[in-house]
């Protein structure tokens, strides 16, 4: 998409500032689009403004990041419409950036004021009155650091340019550039380009790349490694246990292994930001921003290996690798996709992949992280009530609003998503007798339609995958995506000779309540009832606060433990408050086994069961 789309772009920019400076009546000058057309663009296409951002911060103890937008346009317009973005890619769900804004002045050129007035939520309209070249100032509040919000201090200032930059309506393939004028010696990082001879600007080409480009500007410290002599460097904010060198050598090793799925880096640079507070990451097209515990890096590393893994390997698969609705993107509205199960299911069970191909953990670790995974799935009763196409394409109402009976009607699109790609995988490799594996429906996805300007249907996963087994998978994808059927996992691992055990056979049933539980303080609260346990099935509630357990002061430990003395069939009485009255509940316990989900060696395996296991983790299967 962006060597095609890019050249088009420079020649409209060419011809635009050409009518600017010649006073050209305006033209139709956008080449029609294809399907993947932005869907705020009408019949006739405007000529591009040229945009140009400077992003201050004179005060950062008030979190008050300035904003000047200068609009220089080729034609005049009675009215200059300019809009926020409600959400940023990557994050779906609508954050009403907008509401960050205060501040907002407008002029022309020349510092006549104009008048405005917002017309919605998020669009402000400017009474330009034909003016060429329109001036906003704004301020945007910014103090939340999280990986898709802004964050602006006495330390540092980490900003998403969706949650900061307003932009003409219907201009989105416009390019811009963008000053950043930091405070006292604050450093900047962004995998933006530079524009060269103009001190700390940076280009975009338009405002998916723009949007897509998050700025660190601070102290931080720096470390960088090369991969086929492309640079990547990672900057850590703050004060931590990290080892710089340790970590850019791992992380090296888990380009690499991506590199080697694709056969090539799709960027001319790479940038890790690294915030060590908060948590979590958000992918872009060069870069990503993480957050981690900072004193995590000794005993979590892992976990922050594979969060970095994580949001790399989207740098293909969906930054590049796109589903049907994700990008060009429509910045005011929900963009819909049954397919965030690959977007983000794939790329959680890619994250694992080259951490386990990179070297730096097991392939026992690998399956021990699968099985806990298919465990707490098949902990949640809304496996049955959602399927994974249902659960991508609700995410903007429920993913990221989860409350007490999530569990009940839910699951969610990365942790199944990881699980049914995973046993993808291990289906293809089955079926193709090894020839095949989900790197081929990835290398394919990337050749066939991302170096073709192409985003893939639901369809099209579907019959790649099938290209890749030589069969059809119609019932795999029925079952386990597009339905909500139980997943039959021994009937796929045992494929390449793994089996899934759920506990000990032989381990007698204890007596279970099934409530999830929540000590706060003095408090024993009923955090959630998963459908089908004794507590749901005979009336305990969520938000219950329970006081005691047959007349005894009740907390967690002490409930565990008088719980152990029963036997399935028993009975208890609970005293709790409900709402602003006490009241008394008894509840027959259940009963059920230990859970202990693994998964191993079958018995009895063959020697092409053993080198599919071979060829896919690297190690012999015992
Ligand atoms: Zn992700």
């Not at 689009?33 to 951002?53: D, F, V």
Request: with cysteine; proline share 3%; net charge neutral.
């Amino acid at each position: 998409m962006q060597t095609k789309r890019r050249d088009f772009r420079w020649l409209i920019f060419i011809l635009a500032m050409f009518f600017v400076s010649g006073n050209f009546t305006m033209l139709d000058a956008q080449p029609k689009k294809k399907k993947t057309a932005r869907k705020q663009t009408g019949m006739r296409q405007p000529i591009l403004p040229k945009i140009e951002y400077t992003v201050s911060m004179s005060k950062p103890w008030t979190h008050l990041l300035e904003v000047e937008m200068r609009i220089v346009s080729s034609a005049m317009k009675d009215e200059t419409i300019i809009q926020m973005p409600v959400w940023t890619p990557g994050s779906y769900l609508i954050r009403e950036y907008e509401r960050h804004v205060q501040d907002f002045t407008a002029k022309v050129g020349n510092g006549e004021i104009l008048s405005w007035q917002k017309i919605n939520k998020n669009t402000w309209a400017i009474a330009s009155k034909g003016a060429l070249e329109v001036v906003v100032n704004y301020r945007v509040y910014a103090n939340e650091l999280t990986v898709r919000t802004n964050e602006l201090n006495d330390q540092h200032a980490f900003f998403n340019n969706a949650a900061l930059l307003m932009f003409p309506r219907d201009a989105l393939s416009a390019s811009s550039t963008l000053k950043v004028v930091p405070f006292g010696n604050w450093k900047i990082a962004t995998g933006l380009p530079r524009v060269e001879g103009q001190e700390n600007t940076f280009r975009a080409e338009n405002f998916d790349v723009l949007y897509d480009s998050p700025f660190e500007v601070g102290n931080f410290k720096e470390v960088s490694f090369e991969v086929e002599n492309i640079p990547h460097r990672i900057v850590f904010e703050g004060e931590g246990n990290y080892d710089m060198a340790k970590t850019a050598r791992d992380v090296k090793k888990i380009v690499e292994q991506a590199r080697a799925i694709f056969g090539e880096l799709p960027y001319k640079d790479y940038l890790f930001i690294v915030n060590l507070r908060g948590g979590g990451g958000l992918e872009h097209l060069n870069s990503t921003a993480l957050q981690f515990n900072r004193f995590g890096f000794t005993a979590r590393y892992t976990d922050f290996l594979t969060l970095a893994a994580h949001e790399y390997f989207h740098c293909f698969n969906v930054k590049r690798i796109r589903p049907d609705a994700l990008g060009p993107f429509d910045y005011s509205n929900e963009n819909y996709t049954k397919l965030l199960w690959v977007a983000e299911g794939g790329t959680a069970y890619y994250e694992n992949v080259l951490v386990k191909r990179a070297g730096l953990i097991s392939d026992k670790d690998f399956l021990a992280g699968k099985a806990s995974a298919i465990q707490a799935l098949q902990n949640r009763p809304g496996r049955f009530q959602t399927s994974l196409e249902e659960a991508s394409f609700d995410a903007w109402i429920k993913y990221y609003r989860p409350d007490e009976n999530a569990i009940n009607n839910q699951i969610s699109y990365y942790d199944k998503g990881e699980i049914v790609n995973f046993l993808l995988d291990v289906e293809i490799r089955k079926d193709s007798e090894g020839v095949k594996s989900l790197d081929d429906v990835m290398r394919y996805l990337y050749t066939e339609f991302f170096k073709k300007n192409k985003n893939y249907t639901p369809e099209d996963y579907q019959k790649i995958s099938e290209m890749m087994a030589g069969k059809s998978l119609k019932n795999f994808f029925s079952k386990y995506v597009r339905g909500r059927e139980e997943i039959d996992y021994n009937s796929v691992l045992n494929g390449i000779g793994l089996e899934l055990s759920t506990g000990d056979a032989a381990a007698r049933e204890a007596a279970y309540l099934g409530a999830d539980l929540t000590q706060e303080g003095e408090r024993l609260n009923v955090r959630a009832l998963p459908a089908g346990t004794p507590a749901y099935e005979q009336g305990l509630n969520t938000g219950d606060q329970i006081l005691a357990i047959d007349g005894y002061r009740a907390n967690q430990t002490f409930l565990a433990s008088y719980l152990t003395d029963k036997k399935p069939g028993d009975k208890i009485r609970l005293t709790v408050f409900r709402l602003e009255t006490l009241r008394e509940i008894e509840i027959t316990l259940g009963g059920r086994a230990p859970q202990n989900y693994k998964i191993a060696a079958a018995r009895n395996l063959s020697e092409q069961q053993r080198k599919l296991y071979r060829d896919y983790l690297g190690a012999e299967l015992k």
